[in-house]
């Protein structure tokens, strides 16, 4: 059974930093590109930051370049995204997401809330 699960959420002030992780399991980890997604509440989801199955080459939404970074391990099957200067736009539940080259949304996690707030 494919399993992603986030985990490091919850409630930063402005200008803070906030490290999330998820664990794969169930499936070959270290042969599939990686992607962050968040969704604001009342919003749809937006695409945040993907990585290649090597870790070599990141990408980023224009909201997150300069702040955020995205990493993986292979060898513990886990996505890292490093959060900071956070904003409270940045407000939102967090996934990751992952797939094969081309089916890039292929498994979901259940996501981690991010409540940026003073």
């Known amino acids: 059974e494919v399993q992603l699960v986030e985990s490091g959420g919850g409630m930063v002030q402005p200008g803070g930093s906030l490290r999330l992780s998820c664990a794969a399991s169930?499936?070959?980890?270290?042969?599939?590109?990686m992607n962050w997604v968040r969704q604001a509440p009342g919003k749809g989801p937006e695409w945040v930051a993907a990585?290649?199955?090597?870790?070599?080459?990141?990408y980023y939404a224009d909201s997150a370049k300069g702040r955020f970074t995205i990493s993986r391990d292979n060898a513990k099957n886990t996505l890292y995204l490093q959060m900071n200067s956070r904003k409270p736009e940045d407000t939102a539940l967090y996934y990751c997401?992952?797939?094969?080259?081309?089916?890039?949304?292929?498994?979901w996690g259940q996501g981690t809330q991010v409540t940026v707030s003073s």
């Open positions: 997401a992952g797939g094969p080259v081309g089916s890039w949304f292929t498994y």
């Open positions: 169930g499936f070959t980890f270290s042969t599939n590109d």
């Open positions: 990585v290649s199955s090597g870790g070599g080459r990141p």
